[in-house]
């Protein structure tokens, strides 16, 4: 059943934020490509990007692998003047032999190089957009890709740039990645916060239990100790796009579900376990299930006939995720 729902902004294309945390240290040389514009069929859109650094290696991609042996060609030239530039690339028509290799996408794509090493007006904005996206606020970032007086290359929102030039500019809003807050910190959670963490998405792991909630454990999450009592108070749950309720403790589920349905967010809720042990959990819970309604997924995750614990986390985040797009899912309430 495809489902519309209220969703709090949220961007799903995280390539700037595992950009950012796939950054090598210093290098001078590195350039930033951003995709500027596009027509037809493209692989990446407006707002793409990679870097490319000196030795050949590059971090993210802006095709299947057509346009990166090229790019790197521009870059090396980008970096040598150190000067920004705009280049077209048109795979439209039988006429196509891109590289010699007949990419035959049928589309157009604009790309901006410019130099993004330490201390370059590129590193500083995508670095400020990256803090202000992981604190769960939005950011803008302008990329002036065709002037005749303003510098080309990327400002944040913060930089005012004269009106003739925002003309010629693609303006990126960028709403923040999705937050995951995952109920329980039991072994089986790892792969769930490591599979979300692969997609670029913040995750936030709770667990009463010591031994569980350990920041080792689950890398590059926020993790806490507390008791599922204090949810409401222990975390901000209006920035929390979808929870997995999977403590493996039932007196503690039955907490979290109490403290998720009295909050009313958010709006997507996910149970671990068998429909025997979530229609347990209903009866306990009473009237509090009606205010959980069709916020709630159980069994979670999509059918995928998974049975390994990283299969699991993967049918999971995979059913969040097509949620979180608006795609077509199979609803499982708590009843």
Known sequence: MRMKQCVMDVRLDTSLELLLERLPGANPSRVLATVVRTAGSTYRKPGARMLLMADGSYIGLLSGGCLESDLQIHARKVADSDAAQAFEYDTRGPDDTLFGV????EGTMRVLLEPAGSGT??????ALAGRTTQMGESATLIMVH????ALLGTYHAGQSLPPAEMERAYV???????????????????????TARTLGWRVSVIDHRPGYAVEARFPG???RVASPRVLRSEMDLSRCHAAVVMSHHLPSDELYLRELA???????VGLLGPKARRSR???????????????IRGPVGLDLGAVTPEGIALSIIGQIHAWLAGREYNEAVLS
Do not use: F, M, N
Not at 121 to 126: D, F, G, H, I, S
Not at 282 to 287: C, I
């Open 121 to 126: 007006r590129a590193e500083a904005a995508l």
């Open 102 to 105: 007949g990419a035959g996408c």
């Open 221 to 223: 999450c926020d993790v």
């Open 262 to 268: 009295q909050a009313g967010l958010p709006a997507y």
């Open 281 to 295: 959990l209903a009866k306990e819970l009473g009237p509090l299930t009606e205010k959980l309604g069709t916020r």
């Open 146 to 149: 065709d002037s005749d007086h």
């Open 172 to 194: 990126q809003a960028l709403a923040p990645p999705p937050h995951l807050l995952i109920c329980g910190a039991a072994p089986d959670a790892q792969p769930v916060a490591s």
